[in-house]
Nanobody, 130 residues
Framework: QVQLVESGGGLVQPGGSLRLSCAAS????????IGWFRQAPGKGRERVSC????????YYADSVKGRFTISRDNTKNTVYLQMNSLKPEDTAVYSCAAGRRSYYCSNYGWPSLYYGMDYWGKGTLVTVSS
């Protein structure tokens, strides 16, 4: 049974940092494109970042570019999202997802990343507030 479990969320002050983890069981993450998504209260789901399975390329939403970094540790079967310089508008539930088709984490597939994900975690809440 495939499971993706996010952790690392919490309450942080503006300008602070958090590192989210996405731990997988039942699949080997380095064979999958991994995406991070978020959904703020009362808003739709937003793609945040992805890391490809083919060459490790990474992609970011404009709203987080330069502040967030996605990475993977294949020895731990875990993908991370390092979030720095957090802003109140980053408050959301963050979820990770895994997709078998590397196309969706690429220059061409990035806009459709959501549709390329096959497995989803339940999410972790990040609250940025003073």
């Amino acid at each position: 049974q495939v499971q993706l479990v996010e952790s690392g969320g919490g309450l942080v002050q503006p300008g602070g940092s958090l590192r989210l983890s996405c731990a997988a069981s039942g699949l080997t993450l380095d064979y999958y494109a991994i995406g991070w998504f978020r959904q703020a209260p009362g808003k739709g789901r937003e793609r945040v970042s992805c890391i490809s399975s083919s060459d490790g390329s990474t992609y970011y939403a404009d709203s987080v570019k330069g502040r967030f970094t996605i990475s993977r540790d294949n020895t731990k079967n875990t993908v991370y999202l390092q979030m720095n310089s957090l802003k109140p508008e980053d408050t959301a539930v963050y979820s990770c997802a895994a997709g078998r088709r590397s196309y969706y984490c690429s220059n061409y597939g990035w806009p459709s990343l959501y549709y390329g994900m096959d497995y989803w975690g339940k999410g972790t809440l990040v609250t940025v507030s003073s």
